[in-house]
């Protein structure tokens, strides 16, 4: 993970994803790697966001591990724990994008 931010309604990932080659936007690996790495945004909107963010977690260029876990109650709760902190969000729109590729 690249980034994580709580904004007013939102919490957003600033994510780096492995696409499997069942994926529609599956395009192969690049420069040697051996698989398909993209840039992404995991955007959660909500009217009840409740995030506790590690330092780490605030600082510029840290490198935040992942999402190890994001389990969803029978109310409607998200819980979404990692070693950049914890969140709660109730009932989220969740919108996945990947950035455009590198050249175009």
């Known amino acids: 993970m690249l980034r994580v931010r709580q904004r007013s309604?939102?919490?957003l990932f600033d994510l780096v994803v492995l696409i499997s080659p069942s994926h529609p936007?599956?395009?192969?690996p690049?420069?040697?790697d051996d698989h398909d790495r993209r840039a992404a945004r995991l955007r959660l909107v909500a009217d009840r966001v409740d995030a506790v963010l590690t330092p780490e977690?605030?600082?510029?260029?840290?490198?935040?591990?992942t999402i190890t876990s994001w389990?969803?109650?029978?109310?409607?709760?998200s819980e979404i724990t990692g070693?950049?902190?914890?969140?709660?969000?109730?009932?989220?729109?969740?919108?996945?994008?990947?950035?455009?590729?590198d050249g175009g």
């Open 9 to 11: 309604g939102q919490l």
């Open 25 to 28: 936007v599956y395009r192969g």
């Open 30 to 32: 690049r420069d040697g």
């Open 57 to 65: 977690a605030k600082a510029d260029g840290a490198q935040l591990g």
């Open 71 to 77: 389990l969803v109650d029978d109310d409607g709760w």
């Open 83 to 101: 070693s950049w902190g914890t969140a709660r969000v109730f009932r989220p729109t969740v919108t996945l994008t990947f950035e455009p590729p």
